[in-house]
């Protein structure tokens, strides 16, 4: 086995709250799924293990086939359990090389980053212990806001040392996607832009055409 290939274009980590509950955390993922989501992080700091992994394979059955890898968020060592694809870890939770060596060489793992000091800090690990960065918060959010407010200049610093692929979290919308392509983001993650909106494939939708479109504007 080897690790699988990510597009962060449109990565939805889900709220339990936001979407209304389990069951509707469930059919937000199928219905952003059906829409063009390219990657998907199950994020419920509430629930107990035992239903965080019940959770965890209702979304991995309705991910089957779709080419669409699930992530969980902090809990490394129940990737296994669900049959999740890997995992993303905070600067405050479980460290990469730990995390790397409960999750095995195969498995994705996510890093969130708020500066380039956190950058040279993961590359001292090694080059191939995470796979990914997840800069943020791009804006104020009201689903993290610990998180504080980066703002673009801070990511595109991020972005600009990283050697590994970005994407932007934090209030992120579709009109953010041609700022983030610019400085050279691979992706936007978003929480609210999905979960919880009256039309979750519409909403999917409009920030897939417009990181598309954002794409094809930069290479013109």
Known sequence: MSRPDLDLSVYLVTDTGQCGGPDAV????????????????LRDHDLSDEDFVTLGRRLVEVL?????????????????????????VG????GIVEARAVLGPDAVLGLSA????????????GPDVVDYLGVGALHETGTKPEAGDLGLA???????VSPW?????????????????????????????ICGQPDVAAATRELVE??????RRARS
């Open 26 to 41: 469930v059919e937000t993922v199928r219905r952003a799924a059906g829409a063009g989501v390219t990657l998907v992080q």
């Open 64 to 88: 089957a086939g779709t080419g669409v890898p699930l992530l969980v968020d902090d809990r490394v060592h129940l990737v296994a359990p669900i049959g999740a694809q890997g995992a993303h």
């Open 114 to 125: 708020q500066s380039p000091e956190h950058v040279a800090a993961a590359l001292a690990a």
């Open 91 to 94: 600067q405050s939770d479980l």
């Open 210 to 215: 417009a990181w598309d479109r954002a794409q």
């Open 154 to 160: 801070r990511v595109a610093e991020v972005t600009a």
């Open 165 to 193: 692929p970005v994407c932007a979290i934090g209030g992120v919308k579709a009109v953010d996607a041609d700022d983030l392509v610019r400085v050279g983001c691979d992706g936007m993650s978003v929480v609210s832009a």
